[in-house]
């Protein structure tokens, strides 16, 4: 059976594989059963036990959400912009749809502070109001800051420690 370092730098290369911080906590947050809290991700399940992936995966949701958190209004409103991009949908549409339906709720970590909760549903929803008011912005046109390269073992690794 692998370590536990083996089993958090298995689960850094799949999150480290998103382009960006915004996709890799979506990436984080998809992988959590929305009845039970618990993540899981079936073939982890072959490399370690259901508590060790969902300890793991957890930590790793915690710190993307830290690091999310921590994302100026431009830089996170170009990474939703992408995000929509990526997944085809039209960008105005799918930001008024997630401002009246809020799915940005389920990729907010459990156990996180209230605080934290509503700062970043604030940056959130601000982000989404910019590409709804303001989408010819011109400073939105820019690239989107991905992580940095990974040369050695994945920055996640470094807030789970």
Known sequence: ???????K?????????????????????SLRDSYTGQYLREGW????????IH????????AMFLSVLRL?????????????????QPERQTAFFWLEVEPFRDLIPQGCSALFRELFISQ?????EVLCDAPDWVELAGPVTSPDPQLGPSPLLRWLN
């Open 124 to 128: 959130i929803r601000t982000a989404l």
């Open 9 to 29: 730098c298995y689960i850094a290369q799949a999150v480290d594989s998103a382009t960006s911080l915004f996709e890799q906590l979506v990436f984080l947050g």
């Open 45 to 52: 399940g072959r490399v370690a036990s259901a508590d060790e």
């Open 72 to 88: 100026p209004l431009l830089e996170l409103s170009k990474q939703l912009r992408y995000h929509f991009q990526a997944l085809g």
């Open 55 to 62: 300890s793991v995966l957890r930590d790793f949701h915690r």
């Open 1 to 7: 059976m692998p370590t536990a370092g083996q089993i």
